[in-house]
């Protein structure tokens, strides 16, 4: 089956800089795309998500870019905190024709350093 | 504020139990799901639901069975608890437009 995939397993940033975290996706027909956040003990957060007919979304801190020429997805965050400290998943569906599976990634750990 | 809840956050069970997981959303969302985490294999998906009384096996469906006899209630079941159930389970809902709302999480142990 088609599977979602992160470039790098773990992130270290320090306070203040920003974070760009990688997703490369594999199925071309998917069409909706969604970044979790997931705080250690805890369920995955909704972060932001973004269609096949966008390619940039902004949220508060937070912008996620689609790149549907090389299915790749990014999400960046300004001024990195430390309570940005988790795992992100990146996800991707298809919502045409009905229903909603998401695929996830595997994740990548994002770490603060002070 | 919108939820999904799961009724436990964590559950030891003993081997050849049969077990029981329960996820309620006030969302009045169509669709409900049950994955389970574990370090590095992410999530994975055992169970969805579209429709109240309706049900499709994920990609892991082996050793479990749901029921979704409401809109709102979606519950795992374990036939006969094996070590190799012990994991994160994880229930979502979402509409059929949006992202999913997840719950809290409850950490299954089968010793």
């Known amino acids: 089956g088609e599977s979602v995939g992160l470039h790098l397993p773990t992130l270290s940033v320090q306070e203040g800089d920003n974070s760009i975290i990688n997703c490369a996706y594999s199925n071309s027909a998917s069409d909706y795309f969604i970044w979790y956040k997931q705080e250690s003990g805890k369920g995955p957060q909704f972060i932001i998500d973004i269609r096949s007919n966008m390619d940039k979304r902004q949220g508060q801190r937070v912008t996620v870019l689609l790149n549907k020429t090389v299915k790749h997805l990014s999400l960046q965050i300004a001024a990195t905190q430390p309570g940005d400290s988790a795992v992100y998943f990146c996800a991707e569906s298809i919502l045409t024709g009905g229903g909603n599976k998401l695929t996830f990634g595997t994740g990548t750990q994002l770490k603060v350093e002070l | 504020d919108v939820k999904v809840t799961q009724s436990s956050r964590y559950l030891v069970k003993r081997t050849g139990e049969k077990v029981f997981l329960e996820c309620v959303q006030d969302?009045?969302?169509?669709?409900m799901f049950w994955y389970r985490q574990d370090p590095g294999l992410g999530l994975r998906l055992i169970y969805f639901?579209?429709?109240?009384?309706?049900?499709e096996k994920g990609d892991i469906p082996e050793g479990y069975s749901v029921s979704r006899e409401k809109k709102e209630r979606f519950s795992l079941i374990l036939e006969s608890a094996s070590t190799n159930q012990t994991s994160m389970y994880l229930c979502?809902?979402?509409?059929?437009?949006?992202?999913?709302?997840f719950g809290s999480g409850t950490r299954l142990t089968v010793v």
């Open positions: 969302m009045d969302h169509e669709n």
């Open positions: 979502a809902s979402s509409t059929h437009t949006r992202g999913y709302t």
């Open positions: 639901s579209y429709d109240v009384k309706m049900k």
